[in-house]
């Protein structure tokens, strides 16, 4: 599942915006007083001392304090009232995640944009779909995801169940015709067929769409990856190293948390990209559609849970490493510059701490059912 489809609902105001948005405030870092020393030595001889800019390691009790008011653990799954979790859904889940004949050239999976060994993303600007085609926005993971607002940088979807049925028909993505061939084609697989009765046992034709992004949905509803911080919020003091501590301190004191809170620390809102000084982009975000002028630029916050993995970042891919992305905040949401190098050390460390871990055997490519004498090929038009 990849690029974005629109919203037509929006939060205000519009304050710090959209991946890693205040993660990226820095601080003054001036000079210091002229050194004291002889009356007859040379000046040159004795340049001004810098002010240290090291924050002293703070007390990890009261970091855990503040934190806790903003962030969140990561639940085990992300359960759905509407969509109740069973072995037999998730189990069908896992196998159309991976399976390409869901695409009109069965060479494209969710997976092909979202690989799941490498933190859900495929590490492009913008992904590759039919015949090569790419579409406007970089392809954010999928980890974590069903804990979000809503799903794709505009938030057109509302659930994962939701989001995993349009890029099947979407014809720059999987471009499938329409529904009914993208369900002729799963028909016509037998242990599909099997495979849909057991998972939704209550249909009398249990192969539709909605039932394929319910059972798409299951499966991303386990794809959680917990990591340092949650050992941190969960009580463990030696969780965080002592820079990561710091860069939590700064990213709490710094009210980054007014937009990167909750489980997935962000997902929780949408934000204007460019708040307080315009960032020219070649995707205005088609929150445009409103003919609202103030929806210009508008996306998801991003959740920032393995962010150090994720690169590259923003809606466009525009910013490329870490540090790219952090300034690009500092500058066009905070218009504080350039950060220094020990804030973008510390803010680094504490992001490094929402790398979380995979599970290899939730992720494991299953078999997939074969053919059955009437599934229809591949078709390269």
């Not at 003054?28 to 007083?33: E, F, P, R, T």
């Not at 009398?204 to 794809?223: H, K, Q, V, Y």
Request: aromatic fraction near 6%.
């Amino acid at each position: 599942m990849t690029r974005c489809h629109a919203s037509s609902t929006v939060s205000r105001p519009w304050t710090l915006a959209l991946s890693l948005a205040l993660a990226a405030l820095p601080l003054a870092c001036g000079g210091g007083a002229e050194p004291s020393g002889s009356a007859d030595a040379s000046p040159a001889a004795a340049p001004p001392a810098k002010k240290k800019t090291t924050r002293p390691a703070p007390s990890a009790a009261t970091v855990l304090d503040a934190a806790k008011k903003y962030l969140a653990q990561l639940p085990a799954r992300a359960e759905s009232a509407t969509n109740p979790t069973t072995p037999e859904k998730i189990a069908l889940g896992r196998q159309l995640y991976y399976d390409p004949r869901l695409s009109k050239g069965q060479d494209v999976s969710c997976n092909t944009c979202h690989l799941l060994d490498k933190f859900g993303v495929d590490s492009e600007l913008t992904s590759k779909g039919h015949k090569g085609q790419r579409g406007e926005r970089n392809s954010p993971t999928v980890y974590n995801a069903a804990t979000h607002i809503a799903q794709f940088w505009d938030g057109r979807a509302a659930t994962v169940e939701d989001q995993a049925q349009m890029p099947i028909v979407n014809p720059v993505e999987m471009a499938m015709a329409d529904a009914p061939s993208v369900l002729r084609t799963v028909k016509s697989v037998p242990g599909y067929v099997e495979a849909f009765k057991a998972a939704f046992p209550g249909d009398a034709d249990p192969i539709t769409m909605e039932n394929i992004g319910r059972a798409i949905g299951s499966f991303e509803r386990g794809l959680m990856t917990p990591g340092p911080l949650d050992e941190f919020l969960g009580g463990k003091m030696t969780a965080l190293t002592s820079d990561a501590l710091r860069g939590l301190e700064l990213f709490v004191e710094l009210n980054c948390v007014s937009c990167h809170a909750g489980p997935s620390i962000g997902g929780t809102m949408f934000q204007k990209l460019g708040a307080v000084k315009a960032y020219e982009t070649r995707d205005e975000g088609r929150f445009k559609v409103t003919k609202n002028p103030e929806d210009k630029y508008v996306f998801k916050v991003p959740g920032l849970r393995n962010v150090t993995k994720t690169a590259p970042y923003l809606h466009d891919g525009s910013a490329k490493t870490l540090d790219d992305v952090l300034n690009v905040m500092a500058t066009y949401q905070l218009a504080k510059g350039v950060l220094s190098d020990d804030e973008r050390k510390y803010l680094t460390a504490f992001l490094e701490s929402l790398e979380g871990k995979i599970d290899p055997a939730y992720i494991a490519k299953p078999e997939l059912p074969p053919n059955g004498p009437e599934t229809p090929g591949p078709d390269p038009s």
